[in-house]
């Protein structure tokens, strides 16, 4: 039987253990729980946030975890040892997202992200490979950074190190592990990028009108002008949007121990 301590319970408000595990949320959230099995993690989900049907794992110690607003994530979220999961507002999901981490690495999703059914984001390979003349890893976890206004499309698989600038699009079924320009759709396995100078909007055609969309300016369809931007090939920072990204700058705990300097608003 499970340790009682190690349970899965429901989130109902803010609270916090004798292990140092720190819980603020709101309390009435739906179907939205927390396994604790270490200590000194913390999980923050906005009050506004959406988010439901979803379960948290924090398995070791020292993981943090933050939920923007005015989203609707649900799925499964695995906050691994000295990790950092950050999921911006007004991210949405079609379906049951998962996002696991481990090693002391960072999952970052920027602010006005779409994703779509089966989507997993995974910073870790749940198993490590190694050479087996010198003994050394081959398959080290990495950080993943996805930008403002991506749109991850149905059955994507995101891998460990990568890095998706804003604006782009990641096409069905496509395995990215790399970095991906801004503005840009990416395709295939593994995804390379097949069309520059890209830009997506959120209404799902098939709803509304012009019943045929053929061109977003004369049509007066831009709806997220921000996000229409040029393919920087060179692509210094990820811009996560504000809220995103002040959230992170925001917090002592993430400043100390995680990389920001490739992030921006």
Known sequence: MKDAAVALVLI???????????????SD???VYVEFSGNNNELTIVGDSGVNNTKFYFPADDGICFVGSRGNYSGRV??????????????????ACAIYTAEAT????????????????????????YDVESGE???PSRNIVIGSHVWLAEGSLILSGSMIGSGS????????????QNNCVAAGIPAKVIKRNTAWERP???????????????????RSPRAWQKTDDYMSTI??????FNTLIASDRVKNNFDLSPLSS
């Open 137 to 139: 890893r081959i398959n």
């Open 29 to 31: 959230l739906k179907n």
């Open 106 to 129: 960072s999952v970052v999703i920027g602010d006005d992200c779409m994703i779509a059914s089966s989507v997993q984001i995974r910073s870790e390979d749940s198993h490590a490979i």
């Open 12 to 26: 109902n408000g803010s609270s916090e253990d004798e292990r140092g595990n720190k819980i603020t949320a709101p």
């Open 169 to 180: 699009t990641i096409a069905a079924r496509a395995i990215i592990k790399g970095q991906i």
């Open 239 to 244: 811009s996560l949007g504000a809220d995103s």
């Open 204 to 222: 799902n055609i098939a709803f509304g009108e012009p019943w045929i969309r053929t061109n977003a300016k004369e049509q007066s369809l831009i």
């Open 78 to 95: 695995r906050v691994g040892w000295k990790c950092l999961v950050s999921i911006g507002t007004w991210v949405t999901c079609t379906t």
